[in-house]
């Protein structure tokens, strides 16, 4: 498929001479809004092309193209929801800081749907929890999957918000990968963030916000005011790039092959291994890492390896060896542990 940021970058004139930003006057892949280059803004050209596939990939009636972060996306579609009237917006107690600080910037109060804790993890809400708090609220936002890769009950949550006439946007900073898959955040939700740069292979901050047909207008409005006017077009190429990785069968065979075989908790997503060590788990790291095995976080009980349609094969083979050399603890099942931020009260 046709990468349209990527090509305009390659295709640029070596004699290129820059009277314009950024100060390091190398032309190159970073660029800023040129004749050329098109604007994020108003997009026309090669970024209005890219977003054009890739809402048709992710199921989308328009996509935007953020080179801010998941977080952007956020206050985007938060600001989107406060602009059609709503004031009060569900969401579980664990959601990420952006949610909180969202709610607080734009004035939407917060009310926090309860979860129950289970083998030492904060869990997603149940559909009762959801149903209940959606009453005191307008609208619902959930995240899935989760940084610990359980999937929220969507489609429970689309008939609720249906039943209820409230909107639904989906935090899935960690699930742009699921666009293949039937637990797709876009097939539930009205709006949704793809956080391209965890699971796919986008730089650091490239992300994706996605609206549904109601939902464009507005939506398009918000991210005018919470993207940097000045996008990365290197963030931008590998966003575009990243969404349109091919599917890798085989490493999510593997991984779930991994699961099975290396004593991992059970989860819902391929791209999240949890391996369970408990008080052993600080060792184990410090063990991991003299190795050269980096992974994404170890909360107290659990060490979490992240990957993506980039792991290889023999990585995860060369992870399995190391892993099943070290000591584990038990885990503490009662009382969450340190991953994901736990907010009690909302603003
Ligand atoms: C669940 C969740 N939502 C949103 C974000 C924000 O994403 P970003 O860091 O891309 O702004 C994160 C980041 O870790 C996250 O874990």
């Given at each position: 498929m046709k990468l349209h940021i990527a090509e305009m970058l390659r295709a640029q004139s070596e004699e290129h001479l820059s009277f314009h930003t950024p100060g390091h006057k190398h032309a190159g892949a970073d660029i800023t809004e040129l004749s050329y280059s098109d604007n994020l803004y108003a997009p026309h050209g090669v970024i209005a092309a890219a977003e054009a596939d890739i809402s048709d990939i992710l199921g989308a009636n328009r996509s935007f193209i953020l080179t801010d972060g998941s977080t952007s996306g956020i206050f985007s579609m938060l600001a989107a929801l406060k602009s059609r009237s709503v004031s009060a917006l569900a969401y579980p107690?664990?959601?990420?800081p952006s949610v909180y600080h969202a709610c607080e910037l734009l004035g939407i109060r917060s009310v926090l749907i309860p979860q129950e804790t289970e083998y030492g993890i904060l869990r997603q809400p149940s559909a009762r929890a959801v149903e209940a708090a959606l009453r005191q609220a307008d609208a619902l936002l959930l995240t899935s999957p989760d940084y610990y890769g359980f999937f929220a009950p969507l489609a429970e949550a689309r008939a609720i918000c249906d039943g209820q006439g409230k909107p639904f946007v989906v935090d899935g900073a960690h699930g742009s990968h699921l666009h293949f898959s039937p637990e797709y955040a876009g097939k539930f939700a009205d709006m949704w963030v793809d956080g391209v740069h965890k699971s796919l292979p986008a730089l650091t901050q490239g992300a994706v916000v996605s609206a549904t047909d109601g939902w464009v207008s507005p939506l398009s409005s918000a991210v005018r005011r919470f993207r940097t006017t000045s996008p990365s077009y290197p963030i931008m190429a590998s966003v575009e790039y990243a969404v349109k990785y091919p599917r890798n069968f085989a490493i999510e065979r593997a991984a779930e092959d991994f699961k099975r075989g290396h004593g991992c908790l059970g989860n819902d997503d391929w791209t999240k291994i949890l391996v369970p060590f408990g008080a052993a788990g600080e060792a184990a790291a410090g063990a991991l890492e003299k190795e050269g095995l980096y992974p994404e976080f170890y909360d107290g009980n659990y060490i979490l390896f992240y990957l993506s349609p980039c792991t290889k094969e023999s990585d995860l083979l060369r992870l399995g060896e190391a892993l099943d050399a070290l000591p584990r603890g038990e885990v503490a099942s009662d009382a969450p542990t340190g991953a994901v931020p736990v907010y009690r009260e909302g603003p």
């Open positions: 107690q664990y959601s990420h």
